[in-house]
């Protein structure tokens, strides 16, 4: 099961024939993903490392049938793509871009009110299905499969997420990073819902950072939804107030979107919150500990990789 | 990046929006020229800086004659301002603004920015103008209107009455009111403004709106097409931050002694968080990004090294497409071209992380390996305390 992307996920790259593009997707490709192809209207016709470049993507999904996109198109032209692959009725579009400005995504948020696309990104690693296949560009070889949902808006905290699951024998079913940009698809809350309702998945890990009031919410529909244990990390608990912390959408303005805030909206929901990103895999064990009575980790001993 | 307030009432004029007459003066010799050049004989000379609470801090004077206004331009220009907003040290004055006073009988407060959760751009207004509206929304909520336009769309009259409404404004300063409102949305949308805020919007004795402050910020990601705005994205950025920017890096000073080199926003501020946890202080902020080469790592090194209260550096890497055991050399290479001093501590995860440590331990240099990123904090925070 997993969520977002399988076996039978068709993916293409909007802009395949840049270097960032070029090499994700052939990492993408080795991991497992069935790659169909890729755009890029002036070298329609031509190929790339085996696979067709197409001049649009209507006609990269006529030919091949693609469902998924993975965007590497730069900023300035990056909502448009988005916005064409929609057109063109792919359903999972993934933007890993960053830098689009915000008058942008209201554009593309408008546009896909009218369309049943999902979005995820801009500005993230992209989605990881453990030991199935891979859309973005997070470092496949971390990942093992099993029973962690995990859905961040950080990339190499996603990475650390992972790696740390992996590492106490739990595994992933589906890794999810969402971005760290002020507007983006897929929030916090629909991913959840996602892992709550996969079978497969039987905890979720929610990593968020200061910004916005996507964890808030998350915090609540967890507390009236989720049965599955969960926990979290909060990163930006140190971080001045006003200061834009890297990610566009990482900034505390006035008294809201603090790190405190969430944490505490986390804790109420009856979320295990860690205090330390080391502490992340570890929280996760004791969560799942709790809610089944069993330990279900590498050194069940002392719980402690 | 934010506007001052000389370059943002630029932009209000430009929209066609009713701001006070106004010149700016970037020294105090300029001012009689400045004060032929103008119809007005009695106004404010107002400090430009990238903060609010100017007036209680003595960054606003009014002036009555000409040689009052050179001695306040002449005071204020180049001065440290410390207002409540500002640290200790307050914010250096850019320039002047020289404004003609206005006769205001009632204060109001107007606002566009971004709700992110709503996604939506949000109009606030509020009949509290001239206070801190963030004390407004926490003591009397009830006091300020949230209106939300339909995106794409120009301003639904019954959007602008309720303003009116609001504020109790009826006739023509309703029409006035509805006017301001849809040029200041335009302007915000044109603009890729991310907020842009109006306080106080004045009601004058002649029964006029004016736009008396404005703050204005603008998308960073989208200053590649506002050069025209007459901003400038450096202006509140130190050298080091300016520097750190052209390598693809992402810096912030801070004040403590711990300097931070981590790849990805999320993890460096993971990484300070951490340090922060267990007793330390970070000296700063800094994404070396998802694919340093060894370059921007020497760089990033001389940056942070450049910080006199840096005692000791924690690196913390996660090599994910690049590989633990080029980080390393990378470090390495870095460290010996740079001449480092001070103690490291490197925590490396991911691909070929063993081989890395390895490379790492047989150095010979003073770099100290850590396991992970609390271990790396702890070790980091435990040198400096020696």
């Keep these: ?305 | 990046m934010k506007l001052l307030e000389y370059q943002s009432k630029a932009l209000l004029l430009e929209a066609g929006l009713p701001v006070p007459d106004s010149i700016h003066v970037i020294n105090a010799d300029e001012v009689p020229d400045a004060l032929n050049k103008v119809t007005f004989t009695e106004g404010v000379v107002k400090a430009q800086a990238f903060t609010g609470g100017r007036g209680k801090a003595g960054g606003i004077k009014r002036y009555s004659t000409p040689e009052e206004a050179k001695k306040y331009a002449s005071e204020i220009i180049g001065m440290q301002l410390v207002t409540h907003q500002t640290g200790s040290e307050g914010v250096k004055v850019h320039s002047a603004l020289i404004e003609k006073a206005g006769n205001a009988i009632n204060e109001f407060y107007l606002a566009v920015l971004l709700d992110r959760a709503k996604v939506s751009p949000l109009i606030m207004i509020s009949p509290e103008g001239g206070v801190d509206i963030e004390e407004v929304a926490e003591k009397t909520p009830d006091r300020i209107l949230r209106l939300y336009p339909q995106y794409g769309k120009p301003l639904r009259d019954e959007l602008k009455t309720q303003a009116a409404d609001f504020l109790g404004l009826k006739n023509e300063l309703k029409n006035q009111l509805g006017d301001i409102l849809q040029k200041l949305y335009d302007v915000y949308l044109q603009r890729d403004a991310t907020m842009i805020e109006i306080n106080p919007l004045a009601l004058t004795n002649e029964n006029k709106l004016q736009l008396l402050d404005c703050k204005f910020d603008i998308d960073d990601n989208a200053v590649y097409r506002q050069k025209n705005s007459g901003g400038d994205p450096n202006a509140e950025k130190t050298e080091a931050e300016i520097e750190a920017s052209t390598y693809g890096m992402s810096y912030i000073s801070l004040d403590g002694n711990i300097g931070c080199m981590v790849n990805g926003a999320g993890l460096a501020m993971a990484t300070m968080d951490s340090i922060k946890h267990n007793g330390g202080e970070p000296a700063n902020f800094l994404d070396v990004g998802g694919s340093a080469t060894e370059e921007a790592v020497t760089k990033a090194f001389e940056i942070i090294s450049g910080d006199s209260n840096v005692a000791c550096i924690l690196v913390n890497i996660f090599g994910g497409i690049m590989k633990c055991d080029t980080i390393a050399n990378g470090i390495i290479a870095a460290v010996k071209s740079s001449g480092l001093k001070m103690p490291l501590v490197v925590r490396l995860e991911g691909t070929n992380v063993d081989i890395g440590k390895k490379i790492i331990n047989e150095s010979g240099l003073n770099i100290i390996s850590a396991d992970n990123l609390d271990d790396a904090a702890r070790k980091a925070v435990s040198l400096t305390k020696k």
């Design chain 1, 1 to 305: 099961m997993a969520i977002l992307v399988d076996n039978n996920t068709k993916l293409i790259t909007q802009g395949i024939t840049g270097k960032a593009g070029l090499f994700h997707t052939l990492r993408c490709h080795e991991y497992g993903t069935n790659v169909v192809g890729g755009v890029n209207p002036k070298k329609a016709g031509t190929q790339i490392e085996g696979f067709p470049v197409f001049g649009n993507v209507k006609e990269a999904v006529n030919q091949t049938g693609a469902n998924t996109t993975m965007i590497f198109v730069p900023a300035p032209f990056a909502a448009d793509a988005i916005i064409e692959a929609a057109d063109a009725g792919i359903k999972l579009i993934v933007t890993i871009t960053e830098g689009i400005p915000v008058r942008d995504m209201l554009d593309v948020h408008e546009y896909l009110k009218k369309s049943d696309s999902i979005l995820v990104g801009p500005n993230c690693p992209g989605i990881t299905t453990a030991d199935v296949a891979k859309v973005g560009i997070a470092p496949g070889f971390i990942h093992k499969k099993g029973k962690i949902g995990i859905v961040s808006r950080s990339g190499t905290l996603t990475y650390e997420a992972v790696h740390q699951t992996t590492l106490t024998g739990l595994g992933q079913t589906t890794a999810v990073g969402i971005g760290g940009d002020p507007i983006h698809g897929l929030n916090h809350i629909d991913v959840i819902k996602m892992f709550n309702d996969d079978p497969e998945t039987e905890g979720i890990v929610l990593i968020g950072e200061i910004g916005g009031s996507d964890e808030e919410e998350a915090a609540e529909y967890i507390k009236s939804n989720v049965r599955k244990p969960v926990s979290a990390f909060i990163a930006g608990s140190s971080a001045p107030k006003g200061k834009r912390m890297g990610h566009a959408g990482a900034i505390i303005s006035g008294s809201k979107g603090t790190a405190e805030s969430k944490i505490k909206a986390l804790q109420d929901a009856g979320v295990m919150v860690a205090l330390t990103a080391a502490d992340i895999g570890h929280q996760m064990c004791l969560a799942l500990r709790e809610r089944t009575g069993k330990c279900h980790c590498n050194n069940s001993e002392d719980c402690k990789y």
